[in-house]
């Protein structure tokens, strides 16, 4: 009796062990629960992206064009950062990637701030959706 | 060799371990965060100057007598912008950017356009800065150029009273030239004013090299 009492126990304490593990990977998204989880993420096919820009006769950006964007990413954010020498960004801008046929393009017109070209060293690019 | 005894605490562990991980697989499957792309990168750019362009190995530039509408002057030393409307003169610049081998995938980040004026009208005039769109040759009379394209103007030169050389921004237009090198077709300077005024520039074939035309530009690529 006294070791079947110590083997259902140890028994509770596995199971309790591994729902609890179950659990955690199981919270809701709700108002008052804190969820944890995973999904996986993948790319919609870039492999890279290079970006041209128009400027005004000032030398300020004014237009910052990416193309040569793989058709599985349309419906995506293409996030695009403007990046000086200090490798600080100096601006940035969101387009949201058209529909398409053979390749996608974005183009970004509005930066949250004037962004001289010279300025710009690099060009960041971010593209991300569902 | 040992042999492999069943023994009830053997039991209850593969059970708990069925049952906690049947049940965290279940849940698992049930989680909907939903398939997400996700990609970044960067491009990195190289900032670099054009020598100066000047001379008459890079520059061809020539100007049109209204009243003469079948003559060209593009071997002459200075070219006039004069008005008004009815007496006109236009000059025309443009650069050959081949040896700066920018490429396409370039974009200026400054270009600045300098004329030289060798003669100023007796009061200060604006003069307009227009993109031309279509082609045209040193030997271009009055009349062809009335069958040329124009852009819309990019900049005015403000003359001024005393000679001396006067710049003006043209980035955006040399920026689309980079982007679209056949399409190189200068500019035309015009004098849009209602009273009578002219003001003289040195050419490309001008004996005094700070005289001529010149286009400076820094780009990245």
């Given amino acids: ?130 | 060799m040992r042999r492999f005894r069943l023994t009830p605490r053997r039991i209850a562990v593969v059970v708990a371990a069925t049952l906690g991980f049947g049940t965290a697989a279940g849940f698992a499957a049930t989680l909907t965060v939903g398939t997400w792309h996700l990609w970044a990168g960067s491009q990195t750019l190289t900032k670099t100057t054009c020598p100066t362009l000047s001379g008459t190995s890079s520059t061809t530039d020539t100007y049109v007598v209204q009243s003469t509408p079948g003559s060209s002057f593009g071997t002459n030393t200075t070219m006039l912008v004069k008005a008004p409307s009815g007496s006109q003169d236009w000059a025309f610049v443009r650069f050959d950017l081949s040896s700066c081998a920018i490429p396409t995938s370039g974009g200026a980040d400054s270009a600045t356009l300098s004329l030289y004026v060798q003669t100023a009208p007796g009061s200060s005039r604006t003069l307009t800065v227009t993109p031309v769109l279509s082609s045209w040759s040193g030997t271009l009379t009055w009349t062809a150029a009335q069958s040329l394209t124009y852009g819309t103007a990019t900049n005015t030169i403000v003359t001024g009273t005393t000679t001396g050389a006067k710049t003006v921004l043209v980035t955006v237009d040399v920026d689309s030239l980079i982007k679209n090198p056949n399409a190189n077709y200068g500019w035309r300077i015009s004098d849009g004013g209602t009273t009578t005024a002219t003001t003289t520039f040195g050419t490309s074939e001008n004996t005094t090299a700070s005289h001529r035309p010149q286009l400076s530009i820094n780009y990245e690529k």
Avoid: E
């Fill in chain 1, 1 to 130: 009796m006294n070791t079947l009492s110590k083997t259902l126990g140890f028994a509770v304490t596995v199971a309790a062990t591994f729902a609890a593990c179950a659990a955690a990977a199981t919270l809701a998204l709700g108002s008052t629960s804190l969820s944890a989880g995973s999904a996986a993420v993948t790319s919609c096919g870039v492999s890279s992206l290079s970006a041209t820009r128009n400027v005004n006769n000032s030398g300020d950006v004014t237009q910052v064009n990416v193309g040569g964007i793989p058709t599985a990413c349309s419906g995506a954010t293409l996030s695009v950062a403007l990046v000086n020498s200090a490798n600080t960004s100096i601006g940035n801008g969101q387009a949201t990637i058209g529909s398409c046929s053979t390749t996608c393009s974005a183009t970004i017109s509005s930066f949250g701030a004037t962004v001289s070209a010279a300025s710009v060293l690099k060009y960041s690019f971010a593209v991300t959706g569902t």
